[in-house]
């Protein structure tokens, strides 16, 4: 039998194997200090970005304004062309008229009756629609002066939107007050 020549390692050796154990047990576990990135120089501060990382979304997003700007946009404009349920309420005025006047009346009492009760559902439907789309428009506007300041403002289209929707309920406001009060078009009259 011949014996195979036992290695023996020497102190360095031994050393190094024992240091990478060392290393290998710290990185799994994560408690040494040596393992650690470098420090970083003097020169570097930690207010810095790092180049390599992607960059930090703001904390306050300005999706719940977005959306509300939209909003405002697309209830200022329902407020100008009108909407289904001032359609449904204004058809329903005009058939409570119709079934009111349905055994006689004047003429003057069915054109109050069928057409400016009709007339003016229409317009306080659109008139409420426009003062929704007036009260979230500025309300949009107006939220970044309360509260504490924030780093990162509302995106210039929020504010252009909430803008539109602000200027479109304003105009279909006065539209439906014009409306509601008979100051465009007077009603129609029998004469005497």
């Not at 100008?80 to 004047?106: D, F, M, N, P, Y």
């Amino acid at each position: 039998m011949t014996a195979t020549p036992a290695t023996t390692k020497t102190d360095n050796e031994a050393d190094v194997e024992a240091t990478a154990a060392e290393e290998s047990v710290a990185v799994v576990t994560g408690t040494a200090a040596d393992t650690a990135a470098p420090a970083p120089d003097d020169a570097e501060s930690d207010d810095e970005p790092d180049d390599d990382l992607p960059p930090v979304s703001p904390a306050r997003t300005a999706i719940g304004a977005g959306a509300a700007a939209v909003v405002s946009g697309a209830l200022g404009l329902a407020s100008l062309t009108g909407t289904w349920t001032g359609k449904v309420l204004s058809e329903r005025e005009t058939l409570l008229g119709q079934i009111k006047t349905a055994q006689g009346g004047s003429a003057s009492a069915q054109i109050h009756e069928i057409y400016a009760d009709s007339w003016h559902t229409t317009a306080a439907v659109n008139g409420g629609f426009a003062l929704l789309a007036l009260l979230l428009g500025a309300f949009v506007l107006a939220r970044p002066a309360f509260g504490a300041p924030d780093a990162h403002p509302q995106p210039v289209w929020v504010r252009a939107v909430a803008l539109g929707g602000l200027v479109l309920g304003a105009i279909g406001l006065l539209l439906s007050v014009g409306m509601f009060f008979d100051l465009f078009a007077t009603l129609p009259s029998t004469g005497s």
